[in-house]
């Protein structure tokens, strides 16, 4: 661990104080200070500033790198491969004093859209910060931020201690003096040193961490060093449920960011030149170390020149609206010829290769930063791909920045298997502006698969998520509950998991079961009775006398967890090796626990909300949106439209090696059929519960004769009674039909394991509501709509998706007119989405068919797209009033994957040509209701999409089929209407 100096300028603070560790063998320095000012300062740079003169230091070999080779900017055309120095090189004292005074001008807006928000936001910011927590900026600058939030924690939070990280001691002291002059209630730790030095030593902290990433540094940083930077904040520095504000600016129009980085002032200009001018002092400096002169910043003593002559380069910069990034670089007025001092060329020659003079032509530039503008669902997208769960966002009143809080969560899954580092750059670009998508253009589609076989990592992830529900959220005293009478006690599944993969895993590796092997006897399949009658269910496995231990049952889940891991080791490299029909069993218990992660949560969110354990802390917005505009999107149809697996055929590939590239999928997937289809329209958005309430409001107002019991059966099982005992929950009045009209004058809120927001209040009004497929047809019905049917759903879905990809795509490179004179992008509703794709594609010589269609993952749906636990509750739909929508969006905002599943007018009946899986042959077939009532009243019905808890395998296979009893209330099942087009 490194060493650190540590000055404790005498505490005068009410707050305890609790440093960050810095080593066993750490000196420790006490010096004094101004009396009526105390903090502490904690210098981290004594461990890594070499003793050795002769040594390099880290930042002029950054310098000496960036200088002799050549940076690629990605989507920068111009400069392609371009000269630099560190961005860092830009805040010496000077810098940052010139930096200070852009913050003033009329034209930087960011300074003044921040201090907006943190105006206008601070109560709700405060609310996110705990009393007795640490609070680390990132760099503190010249305070005018900072104090906003430390007068508000100052004043409403005890026990806060505030630490300010920067590489540069003297502002550092600065900072430090000013505020802790003037907060008593709150302790000053000044922290000298870069991030990687200092914030490792907070992991070791067991006090709740905020860290602050204030301004719009991130935006310095490309894709991947944002998300590498992020995630390692979250994994050196934070605990579970610790934050991270980050603070970002967003797209806008272009000639406001010019304006910004060009003020006429000149200021800018001087602030970037000031870098060629930090460059000289720290190339003189170690130069005249080398010379063994004492003389530093004397040129004339020292015996070296100046490297660069200021007069002879100027600043320019430039915003590419197509990748969202404002690029700042240093040109050569004039040729300029760099030399390195005679004294560090033998180092600069080691470092790099030779030390010859550097020659710039006129017009060549160096490469100085970027500040990169994000898109909708750009905070979502580093989220997941840093491992961390987006919370709120606060924006100014022109929406032009924003501050982002993110937490660290028990856990995290995979992100989509598409994000990769070349794709990573485009986010905030154009398809950003289809909300967030993060995809290849046009020209390489070929969208990635996921591996057939679920990997040791995937495995291990899925584990962690049903361990932090099954013995965190859910209390041990709670595991006999039934919370559903329809349903067995959550004991059962902590058993059933295992059983079940255990079953698999013994045909797989063709091994004795698991001991105790009674348990693949008790744990085999559960029970789902049907809702009108319950002594009608399929078979299910008989029910033992008394439930095993807890602890029994945990070992047994252990030694089948170690049972798949080796398997999967054997086939680690090379996983085509595997047999077909082994992998599918494996692959088949991945999936099999994936889905009863959903049925375990739907349960928890039946239990009383006060006696589940919440998994991570959340404030819910207040409901100050407006409510979506009604949008719908109009679609042609065709002929012979495929749906489903086209060649996963099990019987065929038993006992063969596992094809490369393959795709599982269960059998009601299967076989692949086209069915014909009508045109039709559907709505861009799911009703949400304040539509929904709105509409309970209107039954009981228009039909004042309608009986009771019927305007009860229309409230939602996902709602609960705020203003009554919490364990007094609506389910209770179900029971006995006793509801009067009077059930709607109480407050509703939403049930979710982190609260129960209120519809009434707060950001749950627009959230889908989760209700019943009869439920959403008493809707529908209500609307003069109705369900779409399973077909429509995915065709929407699938050809929406992509249409929007490459739409933005074109429309952003200047391609519109490839689109024709009627596009949608001068009126959605003038043409189909699907026939429009159709053009876009015949440019390319192929067809949505031929592409897309056969591919069983949607790779183009929004990386923002709520599955995968990236939220523990709904997230809003769309406020973006359709009106003001980006001239680069040919398309209404929609959303299809993520939030619920999507109930659809479709009964559950299998494909043409269907066979029951030999492996699981009642997975299906024990469900397909019979023939005779095809068409009238059926039990179960298809729902399609992908609930907040959905793996993000199953949410991206559009081929998957999942099915519920239409009065079954509890699923995170919500739906959208749908319509003919005359």
Known sequence: MNMAAVADIDFTSKAKLQAPSTGENASVLKQSDDTSVHYQFIDYRSSSSPDDCSVMPPLLKEIVTGLTSYKELPGDAATHKIRSLPTVILYDDNGLDLFDRITYLPEYYLTACEIEVLESKIQEIVAEIPSNSDVIELGCGSLRKTKLLLDALNKHQTGVTYYAIDVMPQPLHESMKQLARRLSNISFVALCGTYDEVLVHFKQSTRRKTVLWLGSSIGNLSAKSAIDMLSGIATNALAVNDAVIVGMDKQKDPAIIIDAYHDPQGMTARFELNALAHANNIVSEFAAQQSGLLAENDQKNSGTQSMFDLDKFKYVGGYDANIGRHSAYLEAKMDATVQWPQSIAPQVKELCGDSDDMVFKRGDRIYIESSHKYGEGAAETIARASRLMHIAEWSDSRNYYSLNLFRKPLFSMTPSLAIDSASLDKWSGPIARAKGILQLPPSTIAPAQFPAIPNAKEWRELWSVWDALTLHIIPHSKLLDRPIDLRHPFIFYLGHIPAFADIHMTAADLAPLTEPSVYAQWFERGIDPNIEDSTICHSHSEIPKDWPPLDEVLAYRDRVRKRILAWLGSYAEYPEQAAADAARHIWMSFEHEAMHIETLLYMVLQMPPSTINPPISIHFALQNAQRPKEQWIKYAGGRRIPFGLSDDNEHLLQSQKLPPHHVFGWDNESPQTKIDMKPFIIRTQPVTNGEYMDFLHAIVASSSKMPTVEIGELIPLSWVKLDSDPASVIESASHTGNYTTELLEYEYGVRTVVGTPSISSTEASLWPVFVSQKQAHAYAHWRGKRLPSEQEWTHSARTYHLARALSSLYLASSKSHLLGTSTLAEDSTQQPIDSYLEKMLAEQGTTAEEQVMQHPFDMYIPSDANVGFAHWHPMPVSTKDPNTRNTNEAFPEATFIGNGWEWTATQFYPYE??????????????????????????????????????????????????????????????????????
């Not at 993000?952 to 519920?964: D, K, P, S």
């Open 913 to 982: 040509g269907f066979k029951a899986s030999p492996m699981y042959p009642g997975y299906s077939a024990d469900f397909f209701d019979p023939q005779d009532i095809a068409n009238t009243d059926s039990v179960h019905y298809v729902v399609k999409g992908g609930s907040y808890v959905t793996h993000l395998r199953i949410a991206q296979r559009q081929t998957f089929r999942n099915w519920y009893q239409r009065g079954y209330p509890y699923v995170l099942a919500t739906f959208r209407l749908c319509d003919q087009d005359e």
